[in-house]
């Protein structure tokens, strides 16, 4: 992918919460492209397609998959699940001390 350079941009600070694996390959992109991650994003933005994918085919097909059980035992989902609420806790933490309030009742 040939990355253009053109004149300077005003620019907006913005946050963004994404999950593991996507940040993962957003620093793999940039890494391959040797750009920075908001470089990455302007690019795949500027290029992706306008009209929004249809998800009606690949919304069934998750439902069908979820009533049959998922492909995944009881004991992988626990895990799954308990994967998820850490990862959950840790970026609270985070937040929490970033900002310098506690929840209260919590």
């Known amino acids: 992918m040939a990355i253009k350079y053109g004149m300077a941009q005003t620019t907006i600070k913005s946050t963004f919460s ?7 390959r957003l620093e793999r992109l940039a890494r391959a492209w040797g ?5 990455v994003l302007r690019q795949v933005i500027r290029h ?11 919304a069934l ?3 069908k998959r979820i009533h049959a059980g998922g492909g995944r035992s009881a ?3 626990k895990q799954w699940a308990k994967r998820v609420r850490d990862e959950r806790k840790a970026t609270a933490a ?13």
Do not use: I, Y
């Not at 994404?18 to 993962?24: H, I, M, P, Q």
């Not at 750009?35 to 470089?39: A, G």
């Not at 985070?94 to 919590?106: E, F, L, M, V």
């Open 18 to 24: 994404l999950d593991v694996e996507t940040v993962r």
């Open 35 to 39: 750009v920075n991650k908001s470089q």
């Open 48 to 58: 992706a397609p306008t009209a929004p994918p249809d998800e009606a085919p690949r």
């Open 61 to 63: 097909a998750l439902l």
């Open 75 to 77: 004991s992988e989902v």
């Open 94 to 106: 985070k937040r929490q001390a970033r900002t310098g309030q506690a929840r209260r009742g919590h």
